[in-house]
Every structure is written in C-alpha cells, then in structure tokens.
C-alpha cells in the first residue's frame, strides 16, 4: 500500500484489494476510482475526489487504481469506460458513476457517503449544549461547543453556537468577533448567516427609539415613511416581531424605492434571522412575494 496525499487517499493494487477496499469499508466507506494516466477526464475527477476525500478527514477514504497496471477488479467489476468510481461499504458496492463530474457533484457524493458512519456521538453533544444554552447555562454550552470544534473545526452548528453564547450574555462585540472569525468553508452557511442578521438586529435594537412616541408620529403623519421604518426597528426590538414584519410590509407598499429599497433590506434580514420554518419568516416572505410580483 503506498500512501499517496494523505493516510485517507492511496494508490491500490489487486493484490491488496480484499484488504484496502472491502476489509477496510467495514469500518468506513471506500471510494475506488479506476483511472489510467492517459486518460484526459481522469486528470480532472481525481484532483476533486482526493480534495473532497482530505475535508471529509478519515470518514471516507479513497482508493486510486491504475486499469492498466492493476486490471483484475477492473475486469471484475466490469469497467468500461474511465473514468469510473465505485463506492464501497461494509463490503458491497453501493453507489458510483462514470466520467467526470463537477467538484460539487463529487463533494455531494461524498457527502453522502460520510453520513453513511454518522458523526460520532457530536450531533447528540450538540443537542445537549443547545439545551443547556436554552436553559441559561451558556457557559457550560460554550464548552461543548468548543469541544466539538476541536473534533471538527468547520462544523457550523457548532461555531453557530460558540456565537450564541456570546449573545447569551449580551456581549454583541465578542459575538460579531467570533462572527467574523468564523472559517471560510462555514462563513456563508445558513446557521452563520442567520446569526449575522441576528447581530444586525441587536445593534439596531440599541438605537431604537420608543414605540408608543413612533406609533403617535406614524398616526399623526403616515406618509412619514422614516417614522414607520423606525417604529419596525422599535417593534422588534420590543420582540414583536410580527409586528415589526407587518410595518415593514406597509412601508414597501407605500414606496417600496424608499430609502434605497430598505423596507425589503430589512425584511430579508429579519426572516434570516428567523428559523427557516418559522411561521412569521414564511408567511412574511409569501406576502412581500405578492407585493414585489404585483
């Protein structure tokens, strides 16, 4: 067996087949890919599954095979054309595909084989530390989630979390620290993302103005579309959200161009900051739908 990018991704031959491959995906899944130097597509699919195969780190390995130096699996398999990638687990074939494919298609299929052997207990320590953060105990929460970071440094829930304590215990500058920290490979993620909008409205909040003094102003004068958007900025701020969602709604009525479409803007940022199935999020968004389409 000879190690070729890593301790996850080697160069297989016939005579270690049994072993590298179906001893081996008993544990973990397998990927073989059968390609040969001359072959153009090939050049292209193996840099892609070793890239996918190395961020996966040991959930899935790889196994490269040369057809031309290494025939008989090929042959056995019955490989026709390359290049071709088998996946194996717990010694069957259970997925793979021929010719090249674009890295997203090849990291959606690794993906999914990675999920095969599940996540070693962290998605149960991540429940019990959002539990605990729920129940006031953030700084026990933030242990865990710094546990599992050390386990997966780019797992989003996790880092989500890490920022959530920090808005746990109102420090926004410490929260939009680590915000702004946040690896590259995780930093749009939609647990990420919501969490920036969250940050948005906090700051927000800081500034907002009283909401009875707001509702007056926008009775006295609706036409005042700065006094609306204020008193939304008020009303979530007071945790009415719906509220808020529903001022905003009537501010892009009214002048939708406002202010440089900001009626939208934050809109957009409130739903983020929202959970994805949440019913304000998703009622809110089928209604500004109406109203952009009108």
Known sequence: MELTTNDYIINGTDAGFMEDVIATSQQVPVIVDFWATWCGPCKTLGPALEAAVTKANGKVRLVKIDVDKQPQFAAQLRVQSIPTVYA??????VDGFQGA?????????VDK???LVGDDGLSAALDAADEMLDQGAAADAAEIY????QEEPENARAYAGLIKTHLAADDLDAAEAALNGA?????TAPEIEALRARIDLARQAASAG????????VAADPANLQALFDLATALHAAGDVQGAVDALLDLFRKDRNWNDEAAKTQLFTIFEALPAKDPIALAGRRR???????
């Open 210 to 217: 009283p909401v009875d003094e707001l509702r007056t102003a």
């Open 183 to 187: 690896p590259a490979a995780i930093a």
């Open 101 to 109: 494919v674009p890295p997203s298609q090849v990291q959606e299929f």
């Open 113 to 115: 084989l990675a999920a």
């Open 288 to 294: 500004l739908s109406s109203l952009i389409f009108a």
């Open 88 to 93: 194996f687990w717990q010694g069957q074939p």
């Open 146 to 149: 710094a546990a599992v970071l």
